[in-house]
């Protein structure tokens, strides 16, 4: 099983910051390492994970190689942790000192840009 990472493309951020994280993990993508999905193609993928369509639209989600589910900043943590070049960040943002300060900022944006795209029409 792969790490998969559930986002959504209506977002244009989202879109843009994963369509960045792909081009820097190519190798894993072709290596089917980690994949990234659209959640609007699949709007009922993590219903079995008690999931919504809403909550993937907000924060992204993953599936990860054991089959748990890892939400929000642990998710940019564990891409950037995969990333080259990236690890210093996820080093920083992912210590135990600091993760509970990058959790709470990346689910206020994460609020923020959910209700900008909402406001927006990008559903």
């Known amino acids: ?3 998969t990472v559930w986002y959504n493309t209506r977002c244009p951020v989202c879109d843009a910051g994963i369509t960045h ?3 820097r993990l190519i190798a894993a993508v ?3 390492a980690i994949e990234f999905r659209d959640i609007n193609h699949e709007p009922e993928a993590l219903a079995s ?4 369509l809403d909550q ?9 190689e054991n089959g748990k589910l890892v939400v929000g900043a642990d998710v940019a943590i564990e891409i950037w942790r995969r990333t080259p070049g990236e690890h210093w960040l996820a080093t920083l943002t992912g210590n135990r000192v600091v993760k509970p ?3 709470f900022v990346y689910d206020r944006f994460a609020d923020l840009l959910y209700a ?3 406001r ?4």
């Open 101 to 103: 300060v990058t959790r």
């Open 21 to 23: 994280q792909k081009r």
């Open 120 to 123: 927006r029409g990008h559903w």
């Open 116 to 118: 900008w795209n909402k």
């Open 30 to 32: 072709k290596a089917g």
């Open 1 to 3: 099983m792969s790490f």
């Open 56 to 64: 993937i639209r907000r924060r992204l989600h993953v599936i990860d």
């Open 49 to 52: 994970c008690g999931a919504t």
